[in-house]
């Protein structure tokens, strides 16, 4: 274990479900992180949370919409999905202000069909 | 905008070869930051170079960050089948919050036995 919890592992699911994606860190981290990392591409930032409030949105599409109720908890909410939008979705944390690496979970690979 | 460059893109070596990959900048970093990942796993944060010429060791690996601070590389000696993998380098993203960064696509080593 990385410190990093992700959950599901694994999620199929159809464009028009909803589901969730959820990140639980147990490093004492200020700042988590959702990544996608699609074949062939760079590792994307899709949102920061410093101290749990929102500091960055990527351009991010309106079908992924985060929340962060707590510096140790980071959930993204999905709806609606498109198939491009299938990729390994990855959450870090790191002490931001330190300017130390981030800390990756295991990601949780999608596939929407 | 902003683009971190990493060269080659595949690298394959004889199991007890030298490996080495770059890593270029469009900006002066602050700092630049490299990562492992196994092929099925995620990242895994290896170093952070801060200063400008510095040269950091790990065992057979050896980071560089150059004099200019807009480049960076990884160097491994006398690879063995555990270096499989891709390695990125990151940089703090211009504009961005702490603790944002800009990825390289990495380079993709494989490790003949």
């Known amino acids: 274990e990385t410190g990093v919890t992700q959950t599901p592992r694994h999620l199929v699911m159809g464009m028009t479900n909803k589901k969730s994606l959820k990140c639980e860190q147990h490093?004492?981290?200020?700042?988590m992180y959702w990544y996608k990392q699609s074949a062939k591409k760079p590792l994307e930032l899709m949102f920061v949370y410093n101290f749990k409030e929102q500091t960055e949105n990527n351009s991010v599409p309106s079908r992924f919409s985060p929340e962060c109720p707590n510096s140790s908890h980071l959930f993204l909410h999905l709806h609606t999905l498109q198939p491009e939008d299938s990729a390994l979705y990855l959450c870090?944390?790191?002490?931001?202000?330190?300017?130390?690496?981030?800390?990756f979970g295991s990601g949780t690979r999608l596939t929407v069909v | 905008g902003q683009q971190v460059m990493q060269i080659p893109q595949y690298q394959h070596v004889q199991e007890g070869e030298d490996f080495t990959t770059y890593c270029n900048s469009s900006t002066t970093l602050s700092n630049i930051q490299w990562y492992k990942q196994r092929p099925g796993g995620h990242p895994v944060f290896l170093i952070q170079l801060v200063k400008s010429g510095e040269v950091k060791k790990q065992k057979r690996l050896t980071f560089q960050f150059g004099e200019a601070k807009k480049n960076s590389s990884l160097h491994i000696t006398a690879t063995q089948t555990t270096d499989v993998g891709t390695y990125f380098c990151?940089?703090?993203?211009?504009?961005?919050?702490?603790?944002?960064?800009?990825f390289g696509k990495g380079t993709k080593l494989s490790v003949k036995p």
């Open positions: 870090a944390s790191s002490q931001a202000l330190q300017g130390y690496g981030y800390t």
């Open positions: 990151a940089g703090p993203r211009y504009g961005g919050s702490q603790g944002n960064l800009i």
């Open positions: 490093l004492g981290h200020n700042a």
